[in-house]
């Protein structure tokens, strides 16, 4: 029985893995990546204690015995109103899902090594055909998988510090009209590339009731290549040619305090910061195609985000847990676009954990509010327009299930 339900999760680890290249994720910087740290406000840098450490601490993999696998999905569905010269437009529903995978193994009572996959990087906004903005956007997509071994090692009783090398598998298509010739023309471009970067990790214990986690991530130098097309419905006339999509993605830190005052309950409060003036702008090459280069203009600034998570064991088979989240936008006043129709936002959580034997349920759901965003003036190359972005929400919920042998 036991080998066959080894069997069976190294089955589920492994086809999550393959259909991460094709998944459509929801928002821009996930944190989605397991989902009792979902349930927990994604607080999960120092008090993690499954599988998923892996993408949030992969120093955590010290406290881990024997080997242990961890998979599921998080399915989040962002929504906004974009009000453009009063008139509301909101963005369409879509559900995108977030899978993640994970193996660990103790080597020895020092070393630990592991393997992960989940999404670091993930955009989905799509508007209806025709709608009063198309100028400024029609549809962007930006799909990334990250792909991490990991080693960890123990240096002392109370101090274990990892290293990781990150592999992303990335691409971003984005659709807009644009006025080239007669008419409104729509222009697409779609590109995809890889990507490599680097975590660096530790934890440390200062009693068995209070300790301390900490991960960088290094920025991220993204060179896609692909295709731009453009087609006018109402003469025949169809192009395209090469294109190339140049960005740089922010690092981060991120330190994260977990304290137990009490034997059934943990806490943990997390900061993350994120140098996102790293990403200020997007170049766009063509070749072999009727439109100049261009450089869409980010000037993004770094933000903070707070984290709060709780966890209170009912049982040793039982957990309850809740979150919140205050999240800053990185996005400038003057620089807002319908690309990304958001503000500062709070999310709020809720999880519950199950364990039968070696088995580990956990569900989780969150809901975002977004502040909203008024007084933009915007240009979409042929007037100024008046815009405002209200009423952002966004709905979640995860299933995760991890088995330990």
Known sequence: MKRASAIFFCSLIICLLASAVTVQAGGFALYEWGNRALGMGTANYATGNDASVIAYNPSLMTKLKGTNVYGGVAVINPMSDV?????????????????HAYITHQVNDDLFVGL???TRF????KYADGWVGANLLQEAMLETFSFTPS????????FAISGSVEYIKGGFMIKKQVALLAGPDELKVDVDSSALAFNLSMVYDFTDDLNIGFIYRSPVHFVGKG????????????????????????????????????????LEFDVVYTQWEQFDRIEFDFDGFALPDTVEEFNYKSTWRFQLGAEYLVSDALALRAGYV????????????PLLPANDRQMFTLGAGYSINDITFDLAGMYIITKE??????????????????????WGAGLS???AF
């Open 151 to 158: 080693v960890a090692y123990k240096v002392t009783d109370d």
């Open 83 to 99: 009000y453009i010269d009063g008139v509301k437009n909101t963005t369409r529903s879509v559900n995108h899902a977030v899978p």
């Open 326 to 337: 205050y999240d800053q936008t990185p996005i400038r006043h003057e620089y807002t676009s």
């Open 227 to 266: 295709k731009a097309t453009y087609n006018n419905p109402g003469i025949p006339l169809n192009s395209s040619g090469n294109a190339t999509l140049t960005a740089d993605f922010p690092a981060s830190y991120t330190v994260g305090l977990g304290y137990s005052p009490m034997e059934n309950l943990t």
């Open 116 to 118: 992960g996959e989940y």
């Open 122 to 125: 993930g955009l989905g906004t």
């Open 401 to 403: 299930v991890g088995y």
């Open 373 to 394: 965003r008024t007084g933009l003036t915007m240009n979409d190359g042929v007037a100024d327009h008046a815009v405002e972005f209200k009423n952002g929400r966004t």
